[in-house]
């Protein structure tokens, strides 16, 4: 790689573009390139040719690199999103003609066939989030088939992060998903439950199967505190910290073949090491679910449920029969909903099992024509209606249940509680199991046995259950409630 002395220069070199090629693009002679390349003469910004040259740089047949371009405008705190081609233009004209400032940071290797590397360096948080967004935009224009490794050891914490950055990493993840691309995500287990509402965030992407979610025990000690997301032959990008849940942070862009190929290593072997942590199952399989109850959760044991509505396993068969007739369901899909209703029944009284639904919901529902039972149109494969006569009628037949050792059910304001559930549904044992999946946007179900995650959903649904109302867990209030609205007209 040639001396970068100018910026001119160190975009010809990362686009491999020689001073004749550009020279007859722009529309000079070769000379003028190589002076300007070289820096002893300056390319002035209002020149046609800087024009030219970076709408050059930025043309389809560059369209591979065009995102590293982005990157280095962005890496100089110049505003790129949404910018339109030729706002980018004029921008990489101005850029490219502005030499104060270092592009990049150099360090020596001990390698005689290439003594020079390229590292971009970041600090602090605001540096680490600059280097992700440089990472996963170079992941997005890659040719589709790539494993994107992302090995989360500890070297940044997503809840001093904040909701944003959780936002835009499981954004960037969807969009490379959508590239074509497989991504393997690397989790650090500790001796601390996981935080419920950190692994909600994430439920988009835990619930794709290009993800393959895996982890490993802290005393894998030569990792912690570090992080490192690879995709082998492309682009490394390297995070450490200096103790747990500090913000003092450095992070590096590795590009070339010797770096990239040591880091896509590390992080390979680190995987082969790890074992899977969250499973995804299909949710139009309604009984597998009931079989992970049966197999996994314990008699007795406390049990919480969350749902925003009652679905189609808690209403009498009778009922659950004409909703199918009247959604033109008949033959093996019914029979199934059928089974599985009666299967969750069976269940339901063999565990501690505390039900919350709604009251919002529940209320606003009864304001419509019909709902839409999602968890029930993944089961037939197409909107599965339920008429409001017909909701009515699962009120009523939930206003008759009695609360017993065995089953509690309560009615709450979600709103009230400020929860942060969205349409998940959730059911969690004790020191078992912990199944999550939201049936209106997904058409999986994520499940994890792993205790610090089952503990992590359980101390959350505890909390929520000691934070509701005593009156809303009173027999009598939930029936006058159910009543109220049944009698809603």
């Known amino acids: 790689m040639a001396p970068v002395n100018t910026r001119i220069s160190y975009l010809m070199d990362m686009l491999g573009i020689s001073g004749k090629e550009l020279a007859l693009a722009i529309g000079t002679d070769t000379t003028a390139v190589s002076k300007w390349r ?11 040719y800087s024009k030219r040259m970076a709408a050059y740089f930025l043309s389809d047949a560059y369209a591979l690199q065009k995102q590293r371009i982005v990157a280095l405008l962005t890496n100089d705190q110049l505003e790129t999103e949404d910018k339109t081609d030729q706002e980018l233009i004029e921008m990489l004209s101005i850029w490219m003609t502005d ?6 940071v150099k360090r020596e290797v001990v390698d005689r066939d290439q003594p020079e590397v390229s590292v971009e360096v970041y600090s602090g948080y605001p540096g680490w989030k600059r280097a992700v967004k440089i990472f996963w935009n170079e992941v997005a224009v890659l040719p589709p088939g790539q494993t994107i490794y992302v090995g989360d050891f500890g070297d940044v914490q997503w809840d001093i992060l904040g909701t944003d950055s959780v936002r835009e990493m499981v954004s960037s993840i969807e969009r490379a998903i959508r590239a074509g691309h ?20 994430w439920l988009p992407i835990y619930l794709k199967k290009e993800v393959e979610v895996l982890y490993f025990q802290k005393d894998i000690k030569e990792f912690y505190k570090k992080s490192i997301y690879a995709v082998d032959h492309h682009i490394a990008m390297v995070g450490m910290c200096l103790a747990e849940g500090n913000s003092e942070n450095l992070t590096m862009i590795h590009r070339d073949p010797i770096s990239v190929d040591f880091y896509h290593k590390m992080v390979a072997s680190i995987a082969q090491k790890s074992r899977q942590l969250i499973f995804t199952l299909e949710l139009s399989d309604a009984m597998k679910m009931v079989e992970l109850m049966e197999e996994n959760f314990k008699p007795n044991q406390l049990t ?10 808690n209403m009498p068969l ?3 029969e004409r909703i199918l007739v009247e959604n033109k369901v008949s033959g093996d899909k019914m029979a199934i909903c059928l089974k599985a209703n009666r299967k969750r029944k069976e269940l339901r ?30 089961v037939i494969g197409k909107e599965a209606r339920v008429s409001n006569a017909f909701f009515r009628e699962q009120l009523e037949y939930i206003k008759k249940f009695r609360i017993t ?35 209106e946007f997904y058409d999986r179900r994520m499940y994890c046995k792993e205790l610090t995650v089952v503990g992590g959903y359980f101390n959350y649904l505890k909390e929520i259950w000691n934070h509701i109302p005593l009156i809303s867990k009173n027999e009598a209030w939930i029936k006058e409630q159910l009543q109220r609205m049944i009698d809603l007209k």
């Open 38 to 48: 070289s820096g002893q003469r300056k390319l002035k910004v209002r020149s046609k």
């Open 99 to 104: 030499d104060a400032g270092e592009i990049i």
């Open 182 to 201: 497989k991504v393997v995500i690397i989790d650090k287990m500790t001796d601390q439950y996981k935080p419920y509402v950190v692994i909600l965030r």
């Open 304 to 313: 919480y449920m969350i749902n925003h509505l009652p679905t189609f396993r």
């Open 318 to 320: 009778n009922l659950l």
């Open 349 to 378: 009284d063999q565990f501690n099992y505390r039900q919350i639904y709604d009251l919002d919901a529940i209320e606003n529902a009864l304001q419509q024509e019909y709902i839409i039972d999602y968890d029930l149109s993944q």
């Open 405 to 439: 050792e065995s089953y509690t059910l309560v009615l709450t304001s979600f709103c009230d509680l400020n929860l942060n559930v969205d349409n998940t549904a959730i059911v969690v044992q004790e020191n078992s199991i912990v199944i999550a999946w939201n049936s």
